[in-house]
């Protein structure tokens, strides 16, 4: 269990493999510059079911690119270059996961700038996940190594939009999850629930 955490703890670079895992585990940023971010939506990067910013899941990677908020296939060794890796500050907040048939298959928040349109994201609390979804929110789940998660679904059949929020810190078989446990990842996806997993290249 150690070793889950020590893994989730560590900052590496936002890889996209080629299957449909990512590498993504923390921002880049110092303290300092987190501490001075303030958590409201940017522009271009709200957080909403299924999409953040212009990219929705489910895209092909030209139409994503087409948004203009993506770079194409940068190197990233020793991984597989990156598919779509978001321009500028950006690339340090939240990384696209591309399948085989060259489409986003979900997006992975693990910085703290984009936020939904209640203001949540990474930081935000279980407590204030509830306040914001009231009864559109899941109970508590098993997701990613072991932890706690939770989601919120729009939309019926194959109109269905996903955002899951993972509580990174609090792991299923330590203890129930807390109303002050903090999101460390908010996944969006379309027709099936995010994965909620980060993992190395």
């Known amino acids: 269990m150690n070793t889950v955490r020590s893994l ?5 670079a936002a890889t996209v493999c080629s299957t449909t895992l990512v590498a993504a585990t923390a921002s880049a940023e110092t303290p300092a510059e987190r501490s001075a971010e303030t958590p409201a939506p940017a522009p271009g990067r709200v957080i909403k079911p299924g999409q953040v910013g212009q990219a929705v899941a489910g895209m092909t990677v030209a139409e994503a690119l087409a948004t203009g908020e993506f770079d194409a296939d940068v190197p990233a060794p020793p991984c597989d270059p990156i598919r779509l890796r978001p321009k ?8 696209v996961l591309v399948n085989q048939q060259d489409r986003i298959a979900e997006i992975a ?4 700038r984009p936020r939904t349109v ?19 929110l899941s109970a508590p789940v098993e997701v990613g190594f072991g932890q706690w998660g939770r989601f919120v679904r729009r939309g019926t059949g194959a109109e269905r939009r996903w955002i899951g929020f993972l509580f990174g810190e609090a792991f ?5 999850l807390r109303g002050r ?12 629930k995010p994965g909620l997993v980060l993992d190395g290249c």
């Open 181 to 192: 446990d903090e999101v460390t990842l908010v996944g969006v996806r379309t027709r099936f």
């Open 109 to 112: 928040v693990f910085g703290t």
């Open 88 to 95: 500028g500050v950006w690339r340090h907040q939240y990384a």
């Open 8 to 12: 989730l703890a560590a900052a590496v």
């Open 118 to 136: 209640q203001g949540l994201g990474v930081g935000s609390t279980n407590r204030e996940v509830k306040q914001a979804y009231g009864p559109r």
């Open 172 to 176: 299923v078989a330590d203890r129930p």
